[in-house]
């Protein structure tokens, strides 16, 4: 069902000196940026190695957003983590067949053309887990392979 951990979402309160301080310390690299309005976030997927894997940083475009709130909430810190799935529709009716919540009825966009859904972190023991589906052709060209969106 699962087939990598695709990312792990941190919120942050300022992108630039988050980045900064990742690419700074730990020699990670930038492989896609974008602004994501519907769901009031600006982003940032920084590539782990060789390994596909991604940390996403998210900060806040207005307080009521819902990377806004959980900052009000919680601090900075892990948001979400972010499975890489083949076929996101699949597992969201697998799960609902287990008897686990997820958020959207149908999955949304994502990160650089991915499809994205979540499970309710009340179903997860407290943790937000995203469901991506990578998405293909051009938006997918500076990410590696599964980075997504995540809120």
């Known amino acids: 069902m699962l087939t990598r951990i695709d990312h792990v979402g941190l919120a942050v309160r300022d992108l630039d000196d988050a980045v900064a301080f990742y690419v700074r310390t730990f020699d990670l690299r ?31 475009l207005r307080a009521d957003s819902p990377i806004g709130k959980f900052l009000d909430r919680n601090g900075q810190g892990i948001q979400q983590v972010a499975y890489a799935v083949d076929d996101v529709d ?32 009340k179903d997860a023991m407290g943790v937000l887990i995203e469901l991506v589906e990578p998405g293909t052709g ?14």
């Open 30 to 60: 930038v492989v896609h940026e974008e602004v994501n309005e519907e769901q009031g976030v600006r982003e940032v997927m920084l590539g782990v190695g060789d390994s596909g894997s991604c940390i996403q940083l998210l900060a806040p």
């Open 90 to 121: 699949a597992v969201t009716q697998t799960l609902r067949t287990r008897g686990v919540r997820v958020l959207y009825e149908t999955a949304r966009p994502g990160t650089a053309g991915s499809r994205v859904n979540f499970v309710h972190p």
């Open 138 to 151: 051009a938006a997918r060209a500076a990410a590696p392979p599964g980075a997504s969106s995540g809120l």
